[in-house]
């Protein structure tokens, strides 16, 4: 974090249009599912919405820039998706597939099972 840290408040005063006075901060504000969350804030002059537009533009690519260079890597969300091959024999059976739910001593029964009509215990519903 230190690091990150510096490495942000420096490229923030590199960036034009940034005062140095008062200086760029990066603060730390919590620790989220994928990395540290940080906040960089830094003052302009004047404050013209053009002006704030262009030094946030700047401030962006100069923070990437500069964290990239110094291999700090920045999180992206990310997600996994199992795909379950329908097709084979094991579909369904939780004592037998190969990814999913966990197989436990109880496994829930398949979709197909409850689709035929039996019970929990394989007798048929009357």
Do not use: C
Not at 29 to 46: E, K
Not at 93 to 113: A, C, F, I, L
């Amino acid at each position: 974090m230190r690091k990150a840290r510096h490495v942000v408040t420096e490229a923030l005063g590199q960036t034009d249009g940034v005062l140095a006075d008062p200086p760029p901060e990066a603060l730390v504000t919590g620790l989220g599912a994928a990395g540290v969350d940080m906040v960089a804030r830094f003052w302009i002059d004047p404050p013209r919405r053009r002006d704030a537009v262009d030094a946030l533009d700047g401030a962006i690519t100069s923070v990437k820039e500069a964290l990239t260079e110094a291999g700090i890597d920045l999180p992206y969300p990310t997600s996994q998706v199992l795909f379950h091959d329908q097709t084979e024999e094991t579909d369904g059976d939780r004592t037998r597939q190969r990814e999913g739910w966990p197989v436990g001593r109880n496994p829930p029964k398949s979709r197909r099972t409850v689709e035929e009509g039996r019970r929990d215990d394989d007798s048929p519903v009357p």
